[in-house]
C-alpha cells in the first residue's frame, strides 16, 4: 500500500480576482484530490477587495470542501495576507502559497510539494535553467524583475535567482520559528520570507518551474511605485538586521509611517524592540 504524503496547506492571497480565481480553485481542487495522497486544505486569503471576490470563493467552496476564505477588511496588503495564513501553519505538515491568477498551475506546484520532503522550503523560479514559460512577464516586467533581484542580492546575499515567484512550499515548523519576524506586509514579502529562512538556518531550494504570466496583473498597472515600495522594504529589512538597528529603530518609526502612507502602501509589522532577540 502506498505510504499516504504529509498534510498540506495552500494559501492565495487575493485582491479584486472575482474575473480570475473561479477556474484556479476548481483546478487545484480537483487536481489536488485526485492526486495527493494526503489530506489538502487550501484557503483563500482577501483583504479589502472592492469586487466579489468572496462571493466567488464562497460558491466554488460550496462544491469544492477543501476551498475555504479568510477574510480581512483592512488593506494589509498581499504579504500581509500571507503573514495572516501562515498563522494557520498548525493546520498542516507543509504549508505553500501560490498567486490567485493561475500563473502556477497545480501539477508545477505539487512538484514543488514532493521535493520538500527533503528540504525546509522549496521555491519555483523562473530564472534557472530548465524552468518552462508558457508565457513569460513583459519586457518590463523582467528587467524590473533583474534591478530588484541586484538590490536584494547587493544588499542580503542570499544567492537566489527568483526571490518573487509565487510558488512557495515550506515545513510546518520552519513558518512556526520564523513567523515573528515576517514584518513586510507588501510584495517583498517574499524577501523576507527567504532571509528568515536562511538566517534560521532552514535549508532552501530553488527548484525551476513550469509559468505562464497571466493578463490581468495589478503589480503591472502600478509598477513604478510597487518596484519603489519593494525597494525601500528590502532597505528596511538590511536595516533591520543591522548593528546600527538599536539607534535607528525610534527614529526611523514616523519616516517609515510616512513613507508607506504616502506610497499607499501597507504599512509594515514594525521591527523588533531592542531588548528582543533578533532571531
Ligand atoms: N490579499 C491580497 N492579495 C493581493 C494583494 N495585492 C495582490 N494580491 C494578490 O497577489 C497575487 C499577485 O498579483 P498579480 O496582480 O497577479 O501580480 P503579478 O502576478 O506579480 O503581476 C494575486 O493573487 C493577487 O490577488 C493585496 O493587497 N492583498
Ligand atoms: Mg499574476
Redesign the pocket.
Known amino acids: 500500500m502506498t505510504q499516504p504524503e504529509p498534510s498540506l496547506l495552500l494559501l492565495?492571497?487575493?485582491?479584486n480576482?472575482e474575473e480570475r480565481i473561479a477556474p484556479v480553485l476548481v483546478e487545484f481542487a480537483e487536481y489536488f484530490q485526485a492526486n495527493y495522497r494526503g489530506k489538502f486544505q487550501l484557503v483563500v486569503?482577501?483583504?479589502?477587495c472592492r469586487d466579489n471576490t468572496i462571493g466567488v470563493v464562497q460558491r466554488i467552496a460550496a462544491q469544492h470542501p477543501t476551498v475555504s476564505a479568510m477574510e480581512f477588511k483592512d488593506?494589509?496588503?498581499?504579504g500581509g495576507?500571507l503573514i495572516e495564513g501562515l498563522k494557520l501553519a498548525p493546520l498542516a505538515d507543509l504549508i505553500g502559497y501560490v498567486?490567485?491568477?493561475g500563473?502556477t498551475g497545480p501539477k508545477a506546484f505539487l512538484q514543488l510539494v514532493r521535493l520538500c520532503a527533503g528540504y525546509d522550503c522549496v521555491i519555483g523560479s523562473r530564472w534557472l535553467p530548465g524552468a518552462v514559460l508558457h508565457q513569460s512577464q513583459t519586457w518590463m516586467r523582467r528587467f524590473a524583475s533583474r534591478c530588484f533581484h541586484a538590490v536584494v542580492q547587493a544588499l542580503l546575499w542570499m544567492n537566489i535567482q527568483d526571490t518573487q515567484c509565487?510558488a512557495k512550499v515550506m515545513r510546518r515548523t520552519a513558518v512556526e520559528k520564523i513567523h515573528g519576524s515576517l514584518l513586510t506586509a507588501d510584495l517583498a514579502f517574499d524577501v523576507n520570507l527567504l532571509y528568515s529562512l536562511k538566517r534560521g538556518g532552514f535549508t532552501i531550494r530553488e527548484e525551476p518551474t513550469e509559468w505562464t504570466d497571466?493578463a490581468g496583473?495589478?503589480?503591472?498597472q502600478t509598477l513604478m511605485r510597487s518596484s519603489l515600495v519593494m525597494f525601500l522594504s528590502v532597505v528596511r529589512l538590511r536595516l533591520i538586521y543591522s548593528r546600527l538597528y538599536p539607534y535607528l529603530r525610534k527614529p526611523l518609526g514616523p519616516l517609515e509611517t510616512w513613507v508607506y502612507q504616502t506610497l499607499h502602501a501597507?504599512r509594515p509589522r514594525p521591527g523588533p524592540r531592542p531588548e528582543e532577540e533578533q532571531k
Open positions: 492565495i492571497p487575493a485582491y480576482e486569503v482577501l483583504n479589502g488593506p494589509i496588503g498581499k495576507a498567486d490567485a491568477d500563473a509565487p497571466k496583473s495589478k503589480v503591472t501597507p
